[in-house]
């Protein structure tokens, strides 16, 4: 597509549910990034995909957290058991690149997933 | 650790004039620098890329330069005008190294800025 798409641009839960968050990056980009950002608060790196593969996961805040992405395009991040504190905006981005040593190129975001949990 | 500082927090001023936001961060060891802007409810617009082994790219009335011994980036803002009236944001990629995740860009908290009329 032009740009990195994502689902559902707002969603409203209650607490203990799970939810689902899409997104579809831009095409052709191998790479592809989940953030966070809570109100008030700086962008929290959650994970990194080159291709299908997450080689570190040591950005995700809990257990309750994962992601997956299939086919080297979409991703979804799934969490579990929802708490309030999980409330905030989720953003995707994709780039051409991204290399083991670090190199990520130049990032495209979405609109962002707004979070509210109950 | 990368520590991405961004002076000022906010910033007011009238249309027209040029301005300058700064970034700074603590480890030099990096692949490149990115400004972004984000307006109120949306997501983050690249804005412009700088790599390391770069001083400077511009486009419009955009310049941003890196120094990377000095740890240094600056946006400058030429002719402002009140639809440049948003947050901006510098981040920046390391090159892997002990500690650091793959894949992760460090941003600064921003910098507001308003652009009145």
């Known amino acids: 597509g032009a740009g990195v798409s994502q689902s559902p641009s707002n969603k409203v839960t209650e607490k203990g549910k799970d939810v689902e968050l899409r997104c579809d990056p831009i095409?052709?980009?191998?790479?592809l990034y989940w953030y966070r950002q809570s109100l008030g608060q700086g962008l929290e790196f959650l994970i990194y995909?080159?291709?299908?593969?997450?080689?570190?996961k040591s950005g995700l805040p809990s257990d309750r957290f994962s992601a997956e992405r299939t086919g080297g395009s979409v991703s979804t991040l799934t969490i579990q058991r929802t708490q309030q504190e999980d409330s905030a905006v989720y953003l995707c981005?994709?780039?051409?690149?991204?290399?083991?040593?670090?190199?990520?190129?130049?990032?495209?975001f979405g609109e962002g997933s707004r979070l509210t949990v109950l | 650790k990368q520590e991405v500082t961004q002076i000022p927090a906010a910033l007011s001023v009238p249309e027209g004039e040029n301005l300058v936001l700064n970034c700074s961060f603590t480890?030099?060891?990096?692949?490149?620098l990115q400004w972004f802007r984000q307006d109120p409810g949306k997501g983050l617009t690249s804005l412009l890329l700088?790599?390391?082994?770069?001083r400077e790219q511009t486009s419009g009335r955009l310049n941003a330069s890196l120094d990377k011994s000095s740890g240094r980036s600056t946006l400058y803002i030429a002719a402002s005008q009140p639809g440049d009236s948003a947050t901006y944001l510098c981040?920046?990629?390391?090159?892997?190294?002990?500690?650091?995740?793959?894949?992760?860009?460090?941003f600064g908290r921003g910098t507001q800025l308003t652009v009145w009329p």
């Open positions: 981005a994709s780039s051409s690149r991204g290399d083991r040593a670090g190199n990520t190129g130049e990032l495209f």
């Open positions: 095409s052709g980009h191998t790479a």
């Open positions: 995909f080159q291709g299908n593969s997450a080689p570190d």
């Open positions: 480890d030099s060891a990096i692949y490149n």
């Open positions: 700088i790599q390391s082994s770069q």
């Open positions: 981040a920046v990629g390391n090159i892997r190294g002990r500690g650091s995740t793959l894949g992760r860009l460090y």
